[in-house]
């Protein structure tokens, strides 16, 4: 199993950036992909980005793509989310999420984070 934590959110600027860090535990993660989501308060949950095992994947939806990035560093088992460029409409809680393949389907991943706070004002 794997087990996910969440850290990094907090309030900035419209414009500003976050760097959101998802940190693992397990000795299989390395081996899975792992996914970012957001859900705001009323909303539905929203794919932000995913990453392959090894890092050399990842995908993006147009709603993030160009603010966002996602990384891994394996040795460190954690997995990062840089934000930039950043719109009230990114305010959500952002979850990590690991699972067997790079998807942007949540059914797909098998491990959730709590969840971090991110909130961006005008």
């Known amino acids: 199993q794997v087990q996910l934590v969440e850290s990094g959110g907090g309030l900035v600027q419209a414009g500003g950036s976050l760097r959101l860090s998802c940190a693992a535990s397990?000795?299989?993660?390395?081996?899975?992909?792992v996914g970012w989501f957001r859900q705001a308060p009323g909303k539905e949950r929203e794919f932000v980005a995913a990453i392959n095992w090894s890092g050399s994947s990842t995908y993006y939806p147009d709603s993030v793509k160009g603010r966002f990035t996602i990384s891994r560093d394996n040795a460190k088992n954690t997995v990062y989310l840089q934000m930039n460029s950043l719109k009230p409409e990114d305010s959500a809680v952002y979850y990590c999420?690991?699972?067997?393949?790079?998807?942007?389907?949540?059914?797909?991943?098998?491990?959730w984070g709590q969840g971090t706070q991110v909130t961006v004002s005008s």
């Open positions: 999420a690991a699972g067997p393949y790079s998807s942007r389907v949540y059914r797909n991943f098998d491990y």
């Open positions: 397990g000795r299989t993660f390395s081996s899975y992909a």
